[in-house]
């Protein structure tokens, strides 16, 4: 990695906090009118599977007007750029401007790829003279190949922020069917890579597609919580306000959170690094876990 390629320290960005990032195929105005009234942290700007091959370059040329409207109520602005490397130059060519805030990268398969797209954007935004660095990365997993090198891919880059698995390319990938079992261990082993390299994970076990089951859905997102999972991709605007109520904590959640925090101050001012709360031994895990319900909560900002 040379020096060239890291953010520099004035333009330093911290984590987002993203419980819902939504899907829009940047060809379809109707789609992109509205995003910024669903509620979402994130909207992706699709150049990628919802753009038929024919309608990408005008879909490309579309995109800074595209940019402006779907981050008019401050979510954050992301683009999903094509795979293949003709597809790619042009996406990047067309994503890398004022307002983007972040490029998801699906089919990610080694750190070796994220850093030659990471060289790409910072020649951009040297030529564009944009804030180096300040454009981040999400990586989509999608094949089994790339759960070898997981750990590599969340390190390979300073502009790396999270981490998703693509469940229905995933499953499509090994000749099997989005479901619980084939998607658990794939799933926790992007989670425990991004963790590990301080990114933030993403998603749930199950297929993105089944948005109009209201109550599997809420119980995965629920359930992807639990794992450890900050957040999740929507591919219709119901799913929204389902992730972002699961991906919050709730008012007893913050609660108790507030006492342990509170609580560790008065103990560690005597001395203490292991006391009792509600019957129940405190340590440095379970404050870990009170301070991320904190995060967690309403206009907080996340820290993995």
Same mark, same amino acid.
């Given at each position: 990695m040379t020096a060239d390629t890291l953010p520099s320290v004035e333009t330093a960005i911290s984590i987002p906090r993203w419980r819902s990032l939504l899907f829009v195929p940047t060809h379809v105005p109707r789609f992109v009118e509205t995003a910024h009234e669903r509620g979402a942290d994130g909207v992706i700007l699709?150049?990628?599977?919802?753009?038929?091959?024919?309608?990408?370059g005008e879909a490309r040329r579309q995109v800074?007007?595209?940019?402006?409207?779907?981050?008019?109520?401050? $979510?954050?602005? @992301?683009?999903?750029v094509n795979h293949g490397l003709r597809a790619l130059a042009a996406d990047l060519d067309a994503a890398v401007i004022v307002g983007v805030d972040a490029l998801v990268l699906p089919k990610t398969d080694s750190a070796e790829w994220v850093l030659e797209i990471a060289n790409a954007v910072s020649e951009l935004e040297r030529e564009r003279s944009l804030p180096m660095g300040r454009i981040r990365f999400l990586a989509q997993v999608e094949t089994p190949g790339a759960l070898q090198r997981l750990a590599a891919i969340a390190l390979a880059h300073p502009r790396m922020v999270a981490m998703a698995l693509g469940p229905e390319d995933f499953s499509a990938a090994v000749g099997g069917s989005p479901e619980f079992d084939l998607l658990l261990a794939p799933n926790l082993s992007v989670l425990f890579a991004a963790r590990a390299a301080g990114l933030l994970p993403l998603g749930?076990?199950?297929?993105?597609?089944?948005?109009?089951?209201?109550?599997?859905?809420?119980?995965?997102?629920?359930? $992807?919580?639990? @794992?450890?999972f900050v957040g999740a991709l929507a591919i219709h605007p119901t799913q929204v306000a389902i992730f972002n109520e699961a991906f919050s904590s709730?008012?007893?959640?913050?609660?108790?959170a507030h006492r342990v925090v509170a609580a560790q101050t008065d103990f560690s001012a005597r001395g203490r690094g292991a006391f009792a709360l509600d019957g129940k031994m405190v340590d440095a895990p379970v404050i870990q876990r009170a301070r991320e319900i904190i995060a967690l909560a309403p206009q907080a900002k996340l820290d993995v």
């Amino acid at each position: 990695m040379t020096a060239d390629t890291l953010p520099s320290v004035e333009t330093a960005i911290s984590i987002p906090r993203w419980r819902s990032l939504l899907f829009v195929p940047t060809h379809v105005p109707r789609f992109v009118e509205t995003a910024h009234e669903r509620g979402a942290d994130g909207v992706i700007l699709d150049l990628e599977d919802s753009v038929p091959h024919d309608q990408k370059g005008e879909a490309r040329r579309q995109v800074p007007e595209c940019v402006a409207k779907v981050g008019r109520k401050g $979510a954050s602005v @992301l683009v999903r750029v094509n795979h293949g490397l003709r597809a790619l130059a042009a996406d990047l060519d067309a994503a890398v401007i004022v307002g983007v805030d972040a490029l998801v990268l699906p089919k990610t398969d080694s750190a070796e790829w994220v850093l030659e797209i990471a060289n790409a954007v910072s020649e951009l935004e040297r030529e564009r003279s944009l804030p180096m660095g300040r454009i981040r990365f999400l990586a989509q997993v999608e094949t089994p190949g790339a759960l070898q090198r997981l750990a590599a891919i969340a390190l390979a880059h300073p502009r790396m922020v999270a981490m998703a698995l693509g469940p229905e390319d995933f499953s499509a990938a090994v000749g099997g069917s989005p479901e619980f079992d084939l998607l658990l261990a794939p799933n926790l082993s992007v989670l425990f890579a991004a963790r590990a390299a301080g990114l933030l994970p993403l998603g749930f076990v199950g297929s993105i597609g089944e948005f109009s089951d209201i109550d599997k859905l809420r119980e995965a997102a629920t359930r $992807a919580r639990r @794992l450890g999972f900050v957040g999740a991709l929507a591919i219709h605007p119901t799913q929204v306000a389902i992730f972002n109520e699961a991906f919050s904590s709730s008012a007893q959640e913050l609660e108790w959170a507030h006492r342990v925090v509170a609580a560790q101050t008065d103990f560690s001012a005597r001395g203490r690094g292991a006391f009792a709360l509600d019957g129940k031994m405190v340590d440095a895990p379970v404050i870990q876990r009170a301070r991320e319900i904190i995060a967690l909560a309403p206009q907080a900002k996340l820290d993995v």
